[in-house]
């Protein structure tokens, strides 16, 4: 039994060994696929990011950040728009719109309750943010992009928050010793206050002491004069003005002790019992400072502090056809996915197709009917064509139901790159159809065909990460300019305007692919008679 | 009056030389058999007659249109019978195709068969479909490249009458076959591939060789 299979397996690979095409297929195709893999993914690494700027006032920090941009592979264009930066990256022209937003009312974060103004340290290096404005169709890259543009962002970020922080430091010190030196200051101050209270207290004692002996005092040279009077009998000339001038001494002490004297002191204490009232605020304030100071001196500011803020936005918003919803993960895969579809489905289609029609025994009597040779490629070609079309028509009614984007909003557009497109693919899996002769290496050859354009699609290796003979060479993939098309369509809701580069290659490539293929077409028929 | 002339027709591939300089001629009404080892160059003779191979040098005068079945037949599969005849009418601008249609059903047995797909069908059938597929532009020449490959005497008989009655009815058969008792008795001349010549032979000619 094993003997048999052996004899088996050994017949296959003579065949395979007498079929050139198909062992080459089979034996380079890996070597080939290793290859192109390595060329694709060996730098992975962001390259060449086609960005719109758009500054909304001009600052050294702006400048600075532009040079940073362009150091790391960004191709700056400015614009003096949003409205332009953004409609670059709608058309797709671009990969993302860099906005740096002048925000004159910023101010620190987290440190607002401490009141500490932010305009003391150079002010002018925190009114700024950065808004990306993204293209999140672009899976493969957008992260990165992000990534790379938050990795400039930080280390502007952290200079500016090591010398604002330095900055915060200082001043906060400074501040700090001021509070303590005005608490201290505060503490002299309520102890004076006492003292002052106290002198007055005594003072106060010691003149109602005073008094009471002066009043003593008169009430003894009242008696005296009164005993005078009565002893000697004095004229009234004589003792009237003396008790006249007592009664008006009297009256001036009473009314020196009674009134003055009281209310000054009465006043005094008042005035002191509020001086020391509000001393005593301002050193629980104070206190109340320094335990805010100890507190900031404890919170790590370096991660808290953020001087340039970045968001990232995506182009698509608000084109749902939800309300209040935004695009999903699917929305943005979905043109990719819809490329994809068309391009593997055609060229596989198209190539078996072919060559089933060639291995029939009813070809020969096909190529010697009164046909023209662009009629019979035409014919099946259109085969193919309608089959794919039907297949993505029945694709975008079902996806209609459950994606939030609105496909149809832009039908025309969307026809047109359908129709465009199908037609390249199907042209290039026809031309396969002709080069191999039997419908395993066809298939083989259209698989291949289509991982090598999955390969350098934006789903695996973006432009972006390709070096650049490679890009270059690739930035003309049908699979690459249809996916560019279809997410402007169908997530960007541009349209294909007026003129587009892209649908003109794809034209110019369906072009190229039917001249080849009718030439392919007119050898084989040779052969195949023969 | 002949059909088909050849003058001075010669056919290399490469170097090697497979006609050379071979001049006969076809009668018209006749059926003539190409015989030769195998491998000598009576399927190409048969391709340079059909027009499918152009001659390295010399010309061939054929007075007539050609229909021609090769020796795999040359129908769609899938297809069912009247499909396949519709088909291949279209493709060679038939006019009134209906009724052609009809007619070749009726005269080669087929009627039954009309909506049976090829693949389903015997390979006398197949073989009877595939010439009613060569009858569709009403040929006056029709030329059959190994009608009896793979058929059981008993078709072979049916395909042999089929042979004749389409000769009576005017059109000149050129036919190739390895099965040779029956081709000296369907043939009335014959063209002999012998090293890179064709010579014209009579019937009796044709019943020395195959013995």
Same mark, same amino acid.
């Given at each position: 039994?094993?003997?048999?299979?052996?004899?088996?397996?050994?017949?296959?690979?003579?065949?395979?060994?007498?079929?050139?095409?198909?062992?080459?297929?089979?034996?380079?195709?890996?070597?080939?696929?290793?290859?192109?893999?390595?060329?694709?993914?060996?730098?992975?690494?962001?390259?060449?990011?086609?960005?719109?700027?758009?500054?909304?006032?001009?600052?050294?920090?702006?400048?600075?950040?532009?040079?940073?941009?362009?150091?790391?592979?960004?191709?700056?264009?400015?614009?003096?728009?949003?409205?332009?930066?953004?409609?670059?990256?709608?058309?797709?022209?671009?990969?993302?719109?860099?906005?740096?937003?002048?925000?004159?009312?910023?101010?620190?974060?987290?440190?607002?309750?401490?009141?500490?103004?932010?305009?003391?340290?150079?002010?002018?290096?925190?009114?700024?943010?950065?808004?990306?404005?993204?293209?999140?169709?672009?899976?493969?890259?957008?992260?990165?992009?992000?990534?790379?543009?938050?990795?400039?962002?930080?280390?502007?970020?952290?200079?500016?928050?090591?010398?604002?922080?330095?900055?915060?430091?200082?001043?906060?010190?400074?501040?700090?010793?001021?509070?303590?030196?005005?608490?201290?200051?505060?503490?002299?101050?309520?102890?004076?206050?006492?003292?002052?209270?106290?002198?007055?207290?005594?003072?106060?004692?010691?003149?109602?002491?005073?008094?009471?002996?002066?009043?003593?005092?008169?009430?003894?040279?009242?008696?005296?004069?009164?005993?005078?009077?009565?002893?000697?009998?004095?004229?009234?000339?004589?003792?009237?003005?003396?008790?006249?001038?007592?009664?008006?001494?009297?009256?001036?002490?009473?009314?020196?002790?009674?009134?003055?004297?009281?209310?000054?002191?009465?006043?005094?204490?008042?005035?002191?019992?509020?001086?020391?009232?509000?001393?005593?605020?301002?050193?629980?304030?104070?206190?109340?400072?320094?335990?805010?100071?100890?507190?900031?001196?404890?919170?790590?500011?370096?991660?808290?502090?953020?001087?340039?803020?970045?968001?990232?936005?995506?182009?698509?918003?608000?084109?749902?056809?939800?309300?209040?919803?935004?695009?999903?993960?699917?929305?943005?895969?979905?043109?990719?996915?819809?490329?994809?579809?068309?391009?593997?489905?055609?060229?596989?289609?198209?190539?078996?197709?072919?060559?089933?029609?060639?291995?029939?025994?009813?070809?020969?009597?096909?190529?010697?009917?009164?046909?023209?040779?662009?009629?019979?490629?035409?014919?099946?070609? &259109?085969?193919?064509?309608?089959?794919?079309?039907?297949?993505?028509?029945?694709?975008?009614?079902?996806?209609?139901?459950?994606?939030?984007?609105?496909?149809?909003?832009?039908?025309?557009?969307?026809?047109?790159?359908?129709?465009?497109?199908?037609?390249?693919?199907?042209? /290039?899996?026809?031309?396969?159809?002709?080069?191999?002769?039997?419908?395993?290496?066809?298939?083989?050859?259209?698989?291949?065909?289509?991982?090598?354009?999955?390969?350098?699609?934006?789903?695996?290796?973006?432009?972006?990460?390709?070096?650049?003979?490679?890009?270059?060479?690739?930035?003309?993939?049908?699979?690459?300019?249809?996916?560019?098309?279809?997410?402007?369509?169908?997530?960007?809701?541009?349209?294909?305007?007026?003129?587009?580069?892209?649908?003109?290659?794809?034209?110019?490539?369906?072009?190229?692919?039917?001249?080849?293929?009718?030439?392919?077409?007119?050898?084989?028929?040779?052969?195949?008679?023969? | 009056?002949?059909?088909?002339?050849?003058?001075?027709?010669?056919?290399?591939?490469?170097?090697?030389?497979?006609?050379?300089?071979?001049?006969?001629?076809?009668?018209?009404?006749?059926?003539?058999?190409?015989?030769?080892?195998?491998?000598?160059?009576?399927?190409?003779?048969?391709? /340079?007659?059909?027009?499918?191979?152009?001659?390295?040098?010399?010309?061939?005068?054929?007075?007539?249109?050609?229909?021609?079945?090769?020796?795999?037949?040359?129908?769609?599969?899938?297809?069912?019978?009247?499909?396949?005849?519709?088909?291949?009418?279209?493709?060679?601008?038939?006019?009134?195709?209906?009724?052609?249609?009809?007619?070749?059903?009726?005269?080669?047995?087929?009627?039954?068969?009309?909506?049976?797909?090829?693949?389903?069908?015997?390979?006398?059938?197949?073989?009877?479909?595939?010439?009613?597929?060569?009858?569709?532009?009403?040929?006056?020449?029709?030329?059959?490249?190994?009608?009896?490959?793979?058929?059981?005497?008993? &078709?072979?008989?049916?395909?042999?009458?089929?042979?004749?009655?389409?000769?009576?009815?005017?059109?000149?058969?050129?036919?190739?076959?390895?099965?040779?008792?029956?081709?000296?008795?369907?043939?009335?001349?014959? &063209?002999?591939?012998?090293?890179?010549?064709?010579?014209?032979?009579?019937?009796?000619?044709?019943?020395?060789?195959?013995?």
């Amino acid at each position: 039994m094993l003997f048999k299979s052996i004899s088996i397996l050994w017949k296959n690979i003579l065949v395979l060994k007498n079929s050139k095409l198909s062992a080459l297929i089979i034996l380079i195709g890996p070597v080939l696929l290793i290859l192109l893999l390595g060329l694709a993914l060996g730098n992975t690494s962001l390259k060449n990011i086609q960005t719109n700027l758009y500054v909304e006032q001009n600052t050294t920090f702006s400048n600075q950040f532009k040079e940073e941009l362009v150091k790391n592979s960004f191709i700056i264009q400015d614009t003096n728009t949003l409205e332009d930066c953004l409609s670059g990256v709608r058309k797709k022209e671009k990969v993302l719109c860099i906005e740096i937003k002048n925000q004159s009312d910023f101010s620190f974060p987290n440190l607002d309750s401490t009141n500490i103004q932010v305009d003391k340290i150079s002010a002018s290096d925190f009114q700024n943010s950065i808004n990306l404005h993204l293209d999140f169709s672009r899976q493969r890259i957008v992260w990165g992009v992000i990534s790379k543009v938050d990795a400039i962002v930080n280390s502007f970020s952290q200079k500016l928050r090591k010398n604002a922080l330095d900055e915060l430091s200082k001043e906060v010190l400074d501040l700090e010793g001021t509070a303590k030196s005005n608490k201290a200051i505060v503490k002299v101050s309520s102890a004076s206050l006492t003292n002052i209270k106290s002198n007055i207290r005594n003072f106060q004692k010691d003149l109602e002491e005073d008094r009471k002996n002066l009043n003593n005092s008169f009430k003894k040279l009242e008696s005296s004069i009164d005993e005078v009077d009565d002893l000697y009998k004095a004229p009234d000339s004589i003792i009237f003005p003396v008790f006249v001038a007592f009664d008006k001494l009297k009256e001036g002490w009473t009314n020196f002790t009674e009134n003055q004297n009281t209310k000054i002191l009465e006043n005094s204490n008042t005035d002191i019992n509020r001086i020391e009232n509000n001393l005593k605020i301002v050193e629980r304030e104070l206190s109340e400072v320094q335990q805010v100071f100890e507190e900031l001196r404890s919170q790590d500011l370096d991660k808290e502090f953020n001087p340039i803020p970045l968001f990232y936005t995506s182009i698509s918003e608000g084109i749902s056809k939800k309300s209040a919803s935004q695009p999903q993960f699917l929305d943005y895969l979905f043109p990719s996915f819809l490329s994809l579809f068309i391009a593997f489905i055609s060229i596989t289609l198209g190539a078996t197709i072919v060559v089933r029609e060639r291995i029939s025994g009813a070809y020969i009597r096909e190529i010697m009917s009164k046909t023209s040779d662009f009629t019979q490629i035409l014919g099946r070609f &259109l085969t193919v064509f309608f089959i794919v079309l039907i297949q993505i028509l029945i694709i975008l009614i079902i996806s209609s139901f459950f994606l939030t984007i609105p496909l149809f909003s832009n039908i025309g557009s969307l026809i047109v790159s359908i129709i465009v497109s199908i037609a390249v693919f199907v042209s /290039m899996g026809m031309i396969l159809g002709y080069i191999f002769d039997s419908q395993e290496t066809a298939i083989l050859g259209a698989v291949s065909l289509s991982i090598l354009l999955v390969l350098f699609s934006s789903l695996i290796s973006p432009l972006e990460t390709l070096p650049d003979l490679t890009r270059s060479i690739f930035s003309f993939s049908p699979l690459i300019l249809l996916e560019k098309l279809l997410g402007r369509i169908l997530l960007l809701e541009t349209g294909l305007g007026t003129k587009s580069l892209e649908l003109i290659v794809l034209g110019v490539t369906f072009i190229i692919s039917f001249i080849i293929l009718m030439g392919l077409y007119k050898i084989k028929k040779r052969g195949e008679i023969i | 009056m002949d059909i088909i002339s050849a003058r001075d027709i010669s056919k290399s591939f490469g170097k090697k030389r497979v006609i050379s300089d071979s001049t006969f001629s076809v009668k018209e009404g006749s059926i003539t058999g190409i015989v030769g080892l195998n491998g000598s160059g009576k399927s190409v003779l048969i391709k /340079m007659l059909i027009g499918f191979l152009k001659s390295n040098s010399g010309r061939i005068e054929v007075n007539g249109k050609i229909g021609f079945s090769m020796q795999n037949n040359s129908l769609y599969e899938n297809l069912s019978v009247k499909e396949n005849l519709y088909y291949f009418a279209r493709l060679s601008n038939v006019h009134d195709k209906k009724e052609k249609i009809s007619n070749l059903l009726s005269r080669l047995s087929l009627k039954d068969y009309e909506k049976v797909l090829v693949k389903n069908l015997s390979g006398g059938t197949k073989k009877r479909v595939d010439i009613a597929c060569s009858l569709l532009n009403d040929p006056n020449i029709l030329i059959l490249d190994e009608p009896f490959s793979g058929l059981d005497p008993n &078709l072979i008989n049916e395909i042999s009458k089929f042979i004749f009655d389409i000769n009576k009815k005017g059109v000149t058969i050129i036919l190739t076959s390895h099965v040779f008792h029956e081709l000296p008795d369907l043939c009335s001349t014959g &063209l002999w591939v012998k090293n890179g010549q064709v010579i014209e032979i009579s019937k009796s000619e044709i019943k020395r060789i195959y013995k």
